[in-house]
């Protein structure tokens, strides 16, 4: 696998310091997250997924650990919105440019506001997934914030 990806780049450019894991993601998992948490041997709280959604019909990210879901009326809340749906996966492909189980909040082909949770902040360091399956980043969670212009709210359920 290709460890220059758009998100790996979006980070270099950004000068944000970053390692590279990657493992042997399967498909057949329920779970992308969990899978990936187990695979690379790291509590899930410390791996984040990538979750798309809108929030009064405008797309945002989300960025949670592995291991939670979101609330769609925190997630609402967060971007002083009235209701938040998940996007399909198909359409969170097309905006992202990436595919399910490789979606990185970095380096998506167009920017959208993002919302990681605040307790991800307390981790020493994340995983987020590094733009294919299989592959994730390795960075400090307020790096991650810095590089998306993200948000930090409590937003799981």
Known sequence: ???ATRATLAL???GIAFDLVVYDYDPGAEA???QAAA???EPPARVLKTLMARVDGRPVCAVVPADAQVS????AAA???????MMKP???ERLTGFVVGGISPFGQKRKVPTVIEAQALAEPHVFVNGGG???QIRLAPADAVKALGALAAPIIA
Do not use: V
């Open 12 to 14: 270099e450019a950004a």
């Open 133 to 135: 399956r299989g592959l």
């Open 79 to 85: 971007f002083k919105g009235k209701s938040a749906a």
């Open 90 to 92: 198909p359409e969170a």
């Open 39 to 41: 695979a690379i041997g």
């Open 1 to 3: 696998m290709s460890k």
């Open 72 to 75: 769609m009326k925190k997630l």
């Open 32 to 34: 992308i997250g969990l």
